[in-house]
């Protein structure tokens, strides 16, 4: 089954700890994205990438670090430097130029103690 | 401003109610538009598109006015099964990049 996996599904992290979110997509895909959502509001874009080894910074990349060495792969890095980390993070993929919908993953839940 | 805008709700209404959600967005170059639904603490899915001449699919109906810069959703007959936060989506001129609103929360009470 073609899809988008993100892991862990729940993370808890100390304070000042940097922490990796892992999103893998076997859609043959181009353009994948991550998203941040607090409870009550919207998504937020955090980076997005077009294209592999080629990656764009959202509207609230501070904080944030991602890479793209792989078509199928985006991880996304929460930095000591984000200031409030705890949200529930979500990554999307898309056809490259695609009008169509983007696909998710089902979240993972960060929660930075 | 924000780009797309929602009115938050709670809706709550009863089993076979209609229910109507709007959304206004703020670029008038937007190209594609979208309604996905979100349960809760899952993630978002697309429930429909939104096309200039209207769409329907089943009970759900939706609507774009271009010149207003506004979005609808209504849902008929509604079932319990459709409690969930509904989400209004704009892409940008290209059509690439999607800006979410802020969801409008619908209970379906027995």
């Known amino acids: 089954d073609g899809g988008i996996t993100q892991s862990p599904k729940y993370l808890f992290r100390k304070e000042g700890q940097n922490v990796t979110l892992s999103c893998e997509q076997n859609l043959n895909h181009d353009a994948m994205y991550w998203y941040r959502q607090d409870p009550g509001q919207g998504l937020r874009l955090i980076y997005y990438s077009q294209i592999v080894n080629d990656f764009q910074k959202g509207d609230i990349a501070e904080g944030y670090s991602v890479s793209r060495e792989k078509k199928e792969s985006f991880p996304l890095t929460v930095t000591s430097a984000q200031k409030n980390p705890t949200a529930f993070y979500l990554c999307?993929?898309?056809?490259?130029?695609?009008?169509?919908?983007?696909?998710f993953g089902p979240g993972t839940r960060l929660t930075v103690l | 401003r924000k780009e797309v805008e929602q009115d938050p709700g709670p809706f709550n209404v009863p089993e076979g109610a209609t229910v109507a959600f709007n959304c206004t967005y703020s670029n008038s170059a937007s190209q594609s538009f979208f309604w996905y639904r979100q349960d809760c603490r899952k993630e978002p899915k697309l429930l429909m598109s939104?096309?200039?001449s209207g769409n329907e699919d089943g009970r759900f109906t939706a609507q774009l006015n271009r010149a207003s810069q506004y979005i609808s959703l209504l849902i008929r007959d509604s079932k319990l099964s459709d409690s969930a936060t509904y989400l209004c989506v704009v892409t940008n001129n290209a059509g690439n990049m999607l800006t979410f609103g802020g969801g409008t929360r619908l209970m379906v009470k027995p």
């Open positions: 939104v096309y200039s």
């Open positions: 999307a993929s898309t056809r490259q130029g695609s009008y169509n919908e983007q696909f």
